[in-house]
Every structure is written in C-alpha cells, then in structure tokens.
T-cell receptor, first 109, second 117 residues
C-alpha cells in the first residue's frame, strides 16, 4: 500500500528553527511536494523535490533522500504567521499525488 | 486573475437532498481535482480529470459524480447527501509539463464547507 507519515503536531518558538519530517512508501516516485495550509484556508504550494538533496527558498528549505524514503521541511527564523499545517505529498508512478495527513505547527512567542 | 473559484462556499443540506458544487479555473490547466478534507485525515481525492470530457475515480468516489464538459469547469454532484459527506471540499487544478505530465503543483480554490443534517 501507499503511505505517507508525518507528525501530527509540533510546537516551536518564534525566531527559532523547526524541522518537519515526512517518510513515504509509494508505488513509484515522481517527486515530493510540501504545501502550507493556514487554518480555514486552502493549501498553497511551497516546494518540490525530485532529486536527492536540499532545495532552499528563502527561510524555507526542503530535503529529499529517495533511498531512505524521507524528506524534511526546514523553517528558519520562525514568525507567528508560520503557524499553519504543513502537508507532505508524493507523486506516484501514475503522476497522482498521495497526501500525508499534515503537521500542525504551533508557534509560541 | 481569479485562479480557482468554487461555489457555493457554504451549504447546509438535509439527508437525501442533492446538490452540485461548481469549480472554475481561468489558468487553462489540463488537470482538475475534487478533494475532501476531514480533521486528522488529510486530503482525499474524490474524482479527477485529465482534460475536457474525461473524468476518473479517485480514492473515495462513492456517492459523488463529476462532469467536465468545458475545460475550465469541473462540477461535483452529490446525488443523495448523507451525514458522512459533511466535510470541506476543495477543488484544485494543475498544468502539464512540456512532456505532457502532471507537474503536481496544485492551485486550490478556497473550499466549500458542506454540512449534511
């Protein structure tokens, strides 16, 4: 079966760094995506990894290890507006997205 | 640029009633999707379309029907609503790469909150 695991909830402090992990087992692999979803809003695209390594985009970075079926999203210099759910998704061999349940990130002052 | 627009945004139904959710996108995207999102369960794919006139079942298609008569519109119908269909419904669209494959970068509508009593 296909499965994506990520922690249900994490708490971090404003100004700090937090790493959100995602592990996956899917039928084929055509890329891993991270989306951000604020409460009551729609998900928005954050990042895409298809090759091993780190992709950096401002305060956010995403890492992928295909051999380990593992990714993480790294958020630096946390701001209160980063409080949201972060969704990990993998594109399988049929080019369909398989979604994790999301990690709710709580930022405390 | 409106992006992806869903209507209605809120709806309350009684068990057994029918309704249609409308999704419209103005980005000329090939792919369109209907998801439902329930607490603790993430996004679950109901139906999707890879182009005008084509639809396919997703993970949880039972109790729903879809149509894509025009490229920009994707309709989701509930034939006989049940309390288990109380959820937030998201429409999304995505475009093809130069190789014709789904890029996976989804653009979502604001969501439609449906309550079935």
């Amino acid at each position: 079966g296909q499965n994506i695991d990520q922690p249900t909830e994490m708490t971090a402090t404003e100004g700090a760094i937090v790493q959100i992990n995602c592990t996956y087992q899917t039928s084929g692999f055509n890329g891993l995506f991270w989306y951000q979803q604020h409460a009551g809003e729609a998900p928005t695209f954050l990042s895409y990894n298809v090759l091993d390594g780190l992709e950096e985009k401002g305060r956010f970075s995403s890492f992928l290890s295909r051999s380990k079926g593992y990714s993480y999203l790294l958020l630096k210099e946390l701001q209160m507006k980063d409080s949201a759910s972060y969704l990990c998704a993998v594109m399988d061999s049929n080019y369909q997205l398989i979604w994790g349940a999301g990690t709710k990130l709580i930022i405390k002052p | 640029n409106a992006g992806v627009t869903q209507t209605p945004k809120f709806r309350v139904l009684k068990t057994g009633q029918s309704m249609t959710l409308l999704c419209a996108q103005d980005m000329n995207h090939e792919y369109m999707y209907w998801y439902r999102q329930d607490p603790g369960m993430g996004l679950r794919l109901i139906h999707y379309s890879v182009g005008e006139g084509t639809t396919a079942k997703g993970e949880v298609p039972d109790g729903y029907n879809v149509s894509r008569l025009k490229k920009q519109n994707f309709l989701l119908g509930l034939e006989s609503a049940a309390p288990s269909q109380t959820s937030v419904y998201f429409c999304a669209s995505s475009y093809s790469s130069s190789g014709g494959k789904n890029t996976g970068e989804l653009f979502f509508g604001e969501g439609s909150r449906l309550t079935v009593l």
